[in-house]
Every structure is written in structure tokens, then in C-alpha cells.
């Protein structure tokens, strides 16, 4: 979580393709794309947007590899937020 927006990644073994991972701001949902750094569904605030991207972009490595645990059914680590 990092300014007022929640990630997640959830954990399921054969999660849907393509690796994404969910924002939630206030009342705003969004999906966004892991390998392509953009929104694919969803909406939130332009600010927030461009702030999720910003941290996906950082932590690229990390998301996917998340990713690829939650697929398995396993626990994702924990990635610095945004400061």
C-alpha cells in the first residue's frame, strides 16, 4: 500500500494470463498488465494511475516473480511501496 492505494497479487494456482496485479483506490478498481506496465482493465484517478505505473516500473522483477508464486498457490513477498 503506498499513498492510499491498495496492490494485490492473488494467490491461485493457474491464476488467468496475462500476469497482472489489481490497485484499488478508494472507489476505483484497475487491473494492470506486470510485463506491459499498463492498464488493462479497470480505472483509477490520472494521479494515481501514473503513480502505480511508476512503481510497476521499479519493481518490475519483483512483480513477475510474485507472480509467478501466486500461480503456484504460494505466498507473494512483500514489495517496498512507493515513497
Not at 21 to 34: M, N, S, V
Not at 38 to 49: A, F, V
Request: proline share 7%; glycine share 4%.
Amino acid at each position: 500500500m503506498f499513498y492510499g492505494i491498495i496492490i494485490r497479487i492473488y494467490c491461485a494456482p493457474g491464476e488467468h494470463n496475462p500476469p497482472h496485479f489489481h490497485a484499488y483506490y478508494q472507489d476505483y478498481k484497475a487491473i494492470f498488465d506486470i510485463q506491459k506496465c499498463e492498464l488493462i482493465d479497470g480505472n483509477l484517478p490520472k494521479k494515481q494511475t501514473r503513480l502505480v505505473l511508476a512503481w510497476a516500473e521499479l519493481h518490475k522483477d519483483e512483480l513477475i516473480a510474485n507472480w509467478k508464486l501466486a500461480s503456484k498457490g504460494e505466498l507473494p513477498f512483500k514489495i517496498e511501496p512507493l515513497k
